[in-house]
């Protein structure tokens, strides 16, 4: 694996056709180890004379909040320094000179600002259920398993079981473990295709971990944010919502931190939420008694409240503008919001749609080990301070 990557850099060098596969946003462990797992297949089986290339679909800068990839990378010794990422090659700039060919793992929906690149997709291998409106046309493998590990696996093992590496079974392994949860059959996430496939890859290198101490080191890797900056936090897990121009970020940072009236108000869920004192005038915090409401229930309550901000802020026809509504009236729809919270909302055509929850998702929110670094209160009151000046500073710029 290790000299196939070095190759597939050197590659990027020189002006010539590409074959990529490519993972999906997320770049969780399993997008990111079935696109290298799989380009190393199909570079070794090929017939035809393609370049084939892993990218991680996310920057460079972005794998560091991504424990548990950084921690397996090391751990298989894989560099770090020898992958390629999304920022490093140019997808649009090698379709439009007619030398891209995608093969889609992980995912099979491409975003809008790739729409451009779906007529370039020439396959799909996936494991979530297929949106059939927006799946690109060409051949789609997709199958309800618990990892997409399992199905590169077994494209492998069914095709040439001779060019698996160690360090390569040991990747499939691994994610394979960590996405079905141990294999616990409590839990219900493995299939027997999962359950199979783990035990022929521990048939062929009798020498691979044991399950459960590579699934304890993967977990606790995964939500391990010692070392993170402030600003890495507040990005790690963050999901973004976007409603007629208004656009609110939601991220876990490993102490409650949520804002605006409508959720002090919400019984829909109950957040029962108690104000931490803050010397910040823009920024209000809150200790969430209610622990079992996650980010992800969170989503649709936000959306309903900046729809009804939205109307409550328009201008009638004919109507002179009244520079605002009065708080009374915002209260009002925050409370209306709170109280007829609906489990879907329609997005307005060119809001960009909410990314689908990764199927190695353990539980809704972020759960820590008591023994986890925790941040202070004070360094992001000091952080979202900093960004919400920046923000400032560039709008007043851009008016002038």
């Not at 089986?45 to 921690?71: H, M, Q, W, Y």
């Not at 491409?110 to 690149?117: E, G």
């Not at 927006?134 to 095709?159: D, K, M, N, W």
Request: negative net charge.
């Amino acid at each position: 694996m290790e000299d196939f990557l070095q190759g597939c850099r050197a590659a990027l060098q020189e002006s010539q056709p590409l074959h990529v596969v490519l993972g999906n946003e997320a770049c969780d462990l399993d997008s990111m180890v079935s696109a290298l797992a799989l380009a190393f297949y199909l570079a070794k089986t090929s017939e035809a004379e393609e370049v084939f290339i892993p990218v991680l679909n996310i920057k460079r800068s972005e794998l560091p909040l991504r424990g548990d990839n950084v921690f397996f990378l090391q751990k298989i010794q894989i560099p770090e320094a020898i992958l390629i990422f999304r920022d490093e090659i140019d997808l649009h700039e090698l379709h439009q000179a007619g030398q891209l060919t995608l093969t889609l793992v992980d995912h099979h929906v491409l975003p809008k600002s790739d729409a451009a690149l779906e007529d370039a997709v020439a396959e799909v291998l996936d494991h979530r259920p297929i949106e059939q409106k927006h799946c690109p046309p060409c051949h789609v493998s997709v199958e309800l398993v618990g990892s997409c590990a399992t199905l590169v696996t077994e494209r492998i093992l069914q095709g040439a079981p001779e060019v698996l590496d160690r360090q390569t079974a040991a990747l499939l392994h691994g994610t394979i473990i960590l996405d079905c949860v141990n294999m616990d059959p409590k839990i219900g996430k493995a299939t027997l295709k999962d359950n199979t496939y783990v035990e022929k890859l521990e048939a062929l290198f009798p020498d691979l971990p044991k399950r459960s101490d590579i699934f304890d080191s993967l977990q606790k890797a995964k939500f391990d944010v010692s070392g993170l900056t402030t600003e890495q936090m507040l990005r790690k897990d963050q999901k973004t919502i976007y409603r007629q121009g208004t656009k609110v970020a939601i991220s876990a940072v490993y102490m409650d931190l949520e804002i605006c009236g409508v959720l002090e108000h919400s019984h829909s869920p109950a957040l029962q939420l108690t104000p931490v004192p803050s010397t910040h005038p823009n920024l209000q915090a809150y200790l969430q008694g209610n622990t079992q409401v996650s980010r992800k229930k969170l989503l649709p309550l936000l959306q309903e409240a900046l729809s009804a901000y939205s109307d409550s802020t328009k201008i009638p026809p004919g109507q002179p503008d009244t520079a605002g509504v009065s708080r009374e009236q915002v209260d009002k729809e925050a409370d209306r919001a709170g109280n007829s919270l609906i489990s879907g909302l329609s997005q307005d055509e060119e809001d960009p749609p909410l990314p689908p929850t990764p199927m190695n998702s353990l539980v809704d929110e972020c759960p820590l080990d008591q023994g986890l670094p925790k941040l202070s209160a004070e360094a992001v009151f000091e952080k979202c301070s900093q960004i919400s000046l920046s923000q400032s500073a560039t709008a007043s710029r851009s008016t002038k």
